[in-house]
Each structure stands twice: as C-alpha cells, then as structure tokens.
C-alpha cells in the first residue's frame, strides 16, 4: 500500500496536517536517504536499509513540547494552545548518532552540528524547512539517537518516518523529525528556529535564553471520576491512591511531594520504578481524606540538580517551558450515602 | 508487561485522560468479560478469547466525533473545541455482533440494544457510566462489529481496550468504547447520553431530534506550504493538485465539488478509490492557478441521498454535526522570484 493511503486511511489521528508545525512530509522509504555533511573528513550517504544494517540501541526517552502547559498561560501566547497533554515516552530505537559523526570525522573547527527536516512552512516571515542544531558537545553524547523505529514498529509519519533524532533530556522541539541532512558547522546555526523561535523572552526585541533541556515536572492521575464540564474529581471519604510520573532533563528526579490543601502543606510521594535513565519515573501516594469538602490536588517534583517546579507559572511571550506545579480541584462528598 | 505499565510509558499519546469524555479505564483483559442479557432466550457471559474465537470481519470504517468542527461554530459550545482533526478511518477486526444477538435470542418485545462501557463520570450532575443504546434494526445491521483489534493490533487504550463497538455510518459518540455489557430493552433507553447529550436543539428546554449518523464531509489536504501563524497557505503560481477525503453516514459519497473563489463557482473533483462501503472516499482536483492574490478554496460532497454540506456552519447548542464547507485561505505569489 502506498504511503500516502497509509497517512490517510490507516492512522487513527486521520487528517493530522493540521496539527503540526508545518505538514507532514510524504516520504518515499526507497528513495529517501540521510546525507551527512559538512566540516567532516569524508561526506556519508545512508538509505534506510543502511542506517538499519548499523548497530542498533533501544531506549525508552520521555519527550515534552517545549510548549506543553502554554495554554494555562495568561495572557495566553499565540500558539499550539497545550494544557498537559504534550509529553509521552516511547521506546525509540536506531542508531547511536555518535557512530556515524565518527565515521564521517568531525574536523577540528566544529562547534555545531546542524539537522534539517523535510517538513517546510513559513514563519516570521521566512519560508524554510524546520532546522534546529545542537552543539557539538551535546550532539556526541552516546544517548544520541537517529531513530527510525518507535515501540517496536516503524515510526508513524506523526512522528517522523522514516527518521528522527531523539535528543534525551531536551524538550522535543530539539528531536527533529522526518530528518534528511545532518551537518557539522564551524559556527553558530542562525535559522528561524534556533535564533528566533523557542527563546525565552519577555518582549519580542529581546534575543532571549535558548530553550533547552526539560524543567523538572511532575503530573497526576488524580483519583476519583471527572466531572465532563468542570473537570473536576468525584470521590468519596476514605483511602485514595495519588498515581504520577515525574521526569527532568537536569537530573535524576529525587523527590516527588504531594499536597491535597492547594500548596499548604506537602508530603512524599513513594518513587516508583524508571523505564530508563532518560525515561519519566512512576511514584505513588495515598490520599486519606475524611472530611466532605473541595480539596485541591497538588504535585511537584525536584531533581538531582536541585530544582523544584514553580507555584506560579513562569511566563514568557512564546509559553515555553511552563513547569507549573499541577493543581486539581477535588470535591468529597458526604460518604456512600449521599453527596 | 502490566496494562498500567503500557498505558503510561509506552503509548505516544501520554497522559491522556484528560483527553476524552471520562477516564480512559484500566481493564484487566485476563479477567474481562462481555455479559449479553436483557429480553433474550438466554444470557451469555464471553472472554476475549471467546470473541477472538467466533467468526471475524475486518473492515475499514470512517468514525468522525459528533463534535468535530465545533470549535468554528460562534458563540463556540461548551466542550472539546475540535477544530476538523476529530476523524480518522483504521481497519477494525471483531466479531459481528448480529451473531451474537442472534445466539443470545432476541425477544420478539425487543426495541432497543444497549451498550454499556466501564468508563465512569459526572455529566449534567448525573453520575454515569457512558451507555448508548441503538434501534434494533440497527443493531441488527450485518455490518455492526464487536471489534478487538484496530489496524491489525489490539485496541489501543485510548481506542476502547479490550472490546468496542463500530456502528458503521453514525458519528462516534454510537461506537461505545471499553464495552462490558450488552442489554436487550423492551422499552428506550432514557439515559444522559441518549436523552440529553447528543441532541441537537437550540435552547437547553428543548427535547432536540438525536444526533445519529454522520451528514456529508469533506475534507482537503490543501496545496502548498503553511504559514505557521495564520494556517494560510502558500503557493506559486502554476497547477497545484488539491487531495482529500469525503464521506456520508447516509449515502454513498456521489460528488465533490471544489471552489477557489470562496463558493462562487465550482468544479468536480475526480473521485478515487474507497477502501470499503464504510470508509471515506479519495478524490483529487488539479487547480491552475496564474494570478498572484488572496484565494479562498472550498470543498463540497454530496451522498446519494442528495444531502451537500451547508455554506454557513448549522449551530446547535452542543455545537455537533457542524459539516460546513471547508475553508482554505491561499497566497498565491508572484512567481519564483519573489512573492
């Protein structure tokens, strides 16, 4: 079957153009290849077939947006309007990215390695591929992934078949998809992406901070049942467990602190297994609620590197790196008999 | 590995409950069984792998949310502010539920079926598990399917793990996911779902006519680049093909009509191929275009039972069955060198 019947008529996201950044790119696996480049001794050219016949590493990687939370930002930045559903973690498998910039040679003069997509838009004003780059110091470090596998089965074209990077630790704007061309530059990348998009800033004349690695978070499952309008939690008197995942690309996460009065007072949540070191970490807390009321749930977490998640939410213009504590409205009712 | 497990770290969608009406439930497929009861000769309790080991039909069939394309309606309803991306067509295998009924023995009293999920909430201050029930002679229908497996794999949870139902032709809100029990009525069921969600009225004290099946669609993937802000797309002057999918719950998908100019003149698009009677169908126009400017382009189907889809957005208070015409803002440049 085609590909583009495959997109099409076999994806359960269905007409999903419109939910990216740019298009989904329809890439024909026999033709396509990966082409390495730049400051290198020796130019490279890969098929899939190649990159597949290379050694090969599994790993589970939580990825976040870089905009997961924006939507809970007021004002409100002009974007992709995320509550918390922007993050996952998959089991990514391809080829180490180290092995092939060895075999290529990086020259002495590198600082960067640029990798540039095939999805093409036009933003700021500037038409372009998406394009982002790493230094080159980060993009040598071993978890480096050119993944063309997800959970065991080729990548969906949502997630950028036949090949991404996965860069663990670092919001997900820096794991480019549907990539075609890496290349090593002897100074500083200055595409849309990389000087203008995904900066922290308070005003839009500012060059602002690079977005980067993932601030440290944590989210629930809360207990109880939704209310569909409200969102809010239903449940009655008694013993309750409080089920999460916390993750940070700073460090390992080390403590995860629970609170059912809004932030007043927290307590520890037992710390469950990890999947993987880059991988988001399961923890566990049980509620004993007696009282009839509205509660408000709260979680946060605090890794290796010492940083906690905000109380407040930490605003800029594009609605990056939102690491909020998250908070859920709970109401109790009065016990098996009524509400 | 252990369902918890596999809903978390390893599904792409993440923590998706907030996503949909209640929580996704957790089910144990070792433990799970479908009752079948109500006016029937004999009640039936199956496992999983007792459905697996009925006769099976896999088919490809086209599920649209009631709800998609709320978010253009103004004022905009209350509740999930779908733009058009609430639709997708998979390949569903299961056990036809005719076989079933038929086993079971319905009562010649019989009026309704209804289909209870394990999903749990609070909706208009009742609180539920989801249940919907159908017409018998819909349920009777040859194509209903009790579907365990989607594309090929089992369910995802997201998509109704272990056990939903696929009612061919009806918006999605009739194909009741994380399905456990099946009941024979004798009279109509009154329940939220039915008697209050998913009507179509303009005040709150109406009664409204229900929502059933899916009206006329369709939908493009439009020529060109995006501009990432506006969605507007980008395009030079020359011939640009524009792709898409239509389909209608009522008839077969008989013409699809597309306009550059905002509605005021039309073309036929070239209908393609349709997987199955119950799948949307391709079509494909080749739009040439010489002049540089602002362009509006349209698409248009008509089924077989003479139904087109509307110029303006037909609101109703739950904002469902919204099937306007769509609506692609393009900039059409001046030419390679120079927009």
């Known amino acids: 079957m085609p590909l583009e019947a495959l997109r099409w008529d076999l994806t359960p996201a269905g007409l999903h153009y419109l939910l990216i950044h740019y298009d989904i ?26 990159l597949r016949a290379r050694p090969s590493v599994t790993a589970a990687v939580t990825l976040e947006c870089a905009g997961n939370g924006r939507a809970q930002l007021s004002p409100r930045p002009l974007s992709q309007p995320w509550l918390l559903e922007a993050v996952g973690t998959a089991e990514w498998t391809g080829t180490p990215l180290s092995g092939l910039l060895e075999e290529a040679g990086v020259e002495g003069s590198a600082v960067e390695v640029l990798f540039e997509a095939l999805d093409r838009g036009v933003e700021g004003g500037e038409e372009q591929t998406y394009a982002r780059s790493l230094p080159l110091a980060e993009a040598l470090r071993d978890e480096m992934l050119l993944a063309y596998a997800m959970n065991g089965a080729p990548l969906p074209p949502q997630h950028g078949f036949p090949l991404r990077l ?174």
């Not at 026999?30 to 490279?44: C, D, I, K, N, Q």
């Open 25 to 50: 790119p329809a890439v024909d696996p026999a033709t396509w290849r990966l082409a390495v480049g730049g400051s290198v001794g020796r130019e490279l050219s890969l098929s899939l077939a190649d």
């Open 166 to 339: 996965v860069v663990p630790g670092w919001y997900g704007m820096a794991s480019v998809k549907w990539l075609h061309r890496i290349t090593v530059l002897d100074s500083p990348f200055e595409g849309y992406q990389q000087a203008r998009g995904y900066r922290l800033r308070q005003t839009p004349s500012e060059e602002g901070e690079p977005v980067s690695r993932m601030l440290p978070r944590s989210l629930m499952v809360p207990p109880g049942i939704p209310d569909f309008a409200t969102r809010e939690r239903r449940l009655e008197p008694g013993v309750h467990p409080v089920r999460g995942r916390a993750w940070s690309g700073f460090g390992a996460v080390e403590r995860v602190a629970v609170s059912a009065d809004g932030g007043e007072s927290w307590s520890d949540a037992r710390l469950g297994r990890q999947v993987g070191r880059w991988a988001w970490r399961s923890w566990e807390w049980d509620w004993r609620v007696e009282e009839p009321g509205l509660y408000e749930l709260c979680c946060r977490a605090t890794d290796s590197a010492g940083s906690s998640q905000p109380l407040e939410p930490p605003w800029n213009l594009g609605g990056y790196a939102n690491n909020e504590v998250q908070r859920v409205p709970v109401v109790v009712s009065g016990g098996p008999q009524g509400s």
